[in-house]
């Protein structure tokens, strides 16, 4: 099949692509949270640094989108327009009928700019994605190696029908821990826990929740020390609470925060994105009660899964979250087989 390309360098040029960006990806079994156009906005507004924009959109004759590759360019290097601080899930966004197509066509795109480039490095690509069944298969058809990794995993849980059949599913030991757990946290005098959604409330409230994550640990601070990484979160924040996909969980002690989760609610998921808590509440496992609130509302929504994100804190297992695997994909030039 015949596909024209469409090549992306601005952010200008990006921006009035965002209505077809989001209507191919809601369409797409690849639709997650951290591709929407709102996402890769934010992110290429804040954290790009040198990096320069190498979007790309694969049209038909007809000018339907059949594929789209959220690219940037650094140091002769090719990536996704993401970064691994934050970004746990990136890919290639594909039709299921032209995926063939499409990465055939990507990689002709790479072997005629492959001179340009030391390395083509995709990361966060989830297990069952086509992209590991296509790039490393067709990949030195076009005079690129290929190697996949596995890098990271994923503790993902598989939400029941309702919460007593959560709490059922767990083994003996995390259920008695649960409820031990929730028994002290609801014995701690003056608290309340608010769900907080609305962009303006969502607004006035993430400082605090940046403040409390960034005094969590020596990690977390280096982290919020990065340029552009505080206004990245403010502007997700934003534009995810005007879609509804956000929501902060907060505990407050005498009006004051002493634990919020960041949650993103998109299509049949929730998606733990960032927790943090005061130190001196740490005995109380605040976090925790945190996030068995928010499984039992997901489960009452009717979501399907919870996804903790990237990462082996033991928490997550003690949940009864399972285990998907994600691969990195690099491409180097090589000798030509086509």
Request: aromatic content about 14%.
């Amino acid at each position: 099949m015949s596909m024209k390309l469409e090549r992306i360098e601005t952010l200008g040029h990006f921006e009035r692509r965002g209505e077809d960006w989001n209507e191919f990806l809601f369409s797409s079994d690849l639709n997650t949270v951290f591709l929407t156009h709102e996402w890769l906005s934010a992110w290429w507004q804040c954290l790009s640094g040198d990096s320069e924009m190498h979007v790309l959109i694969f049209r038909d004759q007809y000018d339907r989108i059949l594929g789209m590759a959220p690219l940037r360019i650094m140091e002769e290097r090719m990536f996704f327009m993401a970064s691994h601080e934050v970004t746990d899930y990136c890919d290639f966004i594909t039709h299921p009928e032209h995926r063939e197509d499409f990465f055939r066509r990507l990689l002709h795109h790479f072997r005629e700019h492959s001179s340009d480039f030391t390395r083509f490095e995709f990361i966060n690509i989830e297990q069952n994605s086509p992209t590991l069944l296509f790039l490393p298969r067709l990949a030195a058809q076009y005079g690129l190696n290929c190697s996949q990794v596995e890098s990271e995993v994923v503790p993902v849980l598989d939400l029941p029908s309702s919460y007593d059949a959560f709490v059922s599913g767990l083994t003996r030991k995390n259920r008695h821990e649960l409820r031990r757990k929730l028994r002290k946290m609801a014995a701690l005098k003056d608290f309340r826990a608010e769900k907080i959604t609305k962009p303006d409330e969502l607004m006035a409230v993430v400082d605090s929740f940046i403040d409390l994550h960034r005094e969590s640990n020596s990690a977390k601070t280096n982290f919020w020390r990065k340029e552009g990484m505080a206004d990245f979160f403010r502007e997700t924040v934003y534009q995810f609470g005007r879609r509804g996909w956000v929501e902060l969980n907060c505990l407050f002690a005498k009006e004051s925060l002493i634990a919020a989760l960041l949650n993103f609610t998109y299509q049949q998921e929730i998606l733990f994105y960032n927790v943090a808590f005061h130190a001196d509440f740490a005995s109380y496992s605040p976090g925790f009660y945190l996030f068995n609130a928010s499984i039992n509302e997901a489960i009452s929504a009717r979501k399907t899964r919870a996804d903790f994100l990237r990462g082996r804190e033991k928490y997550k297992y003690d949940f009864g979250a399972k285990e998907c695997k994600i691969y990195s994909l690099i491409l180097t030039p090589g000798e030509s087989h086509s």
